[in-house]
């Protein structure tokens, strides 16, 4: 479901690591609930995954995506893979999921979201050809 208003505040401002703690992402000391990250990634990994498959309908296309996905994401920084997770759900005009958005003006979690999101969704792709 489409959200019907924009969104307040930035992932960039002050209230952001307040957010993820209320989320359960944040430890009290600011650090990432590794844990919490790793179940996050999963999740949304999958459900970019499904999307992926409804949005082109012919698996091949599915597969020629991500495989230049996980090519470009070989030779990224942490910042560049987390962009280029960000530019799938553009592709299917879609906006990031309210987590994946508070998290994107931290650099930390950043990294470890794409990491684990890009494992999975590995994973995802090399389970769908076997």
């Known amino acids: 479901m489409q959200d019907l208003y924009p969104r ?3 992932p960039f401002d002050d209230t952001a690591i307040e957010r993820l703690r209320r989320m359960g992402l944040a430890t009290e000391e600011d650090a990432p609930e ?4 790793a179940i996050l990634s999963a999740v949304f990994a999958g459900q970019l995954y499904d999307d992926l498959c409804d949005y082109y309908q012919d698996y091949e296309d599915v597969r ?14 942490p910042k560049q893979k987390f962009l280029l997770i960000c530019l799938q759900y553009d592709g299917m005009f879609r906006d990031l999921p309210g987590p994946v958005w508070w998290i994107s003006g931290s650099p930390e979690f950043a990294e470890l979201f794409a990491d684990g999101f890009l494992s999975h969704l590995k994973t995802l792709k090399e389970e769908a050809t076997t």
């Open 64 to 77: 020629e995506l991500l495989a230049q996905l996980f090519d470009e994401a070989e030779s990224a920084d």
């Open 8 to 10: 307040p505040h930035s």
């Open 34 to 37: 590794r844990d919490a990250m």
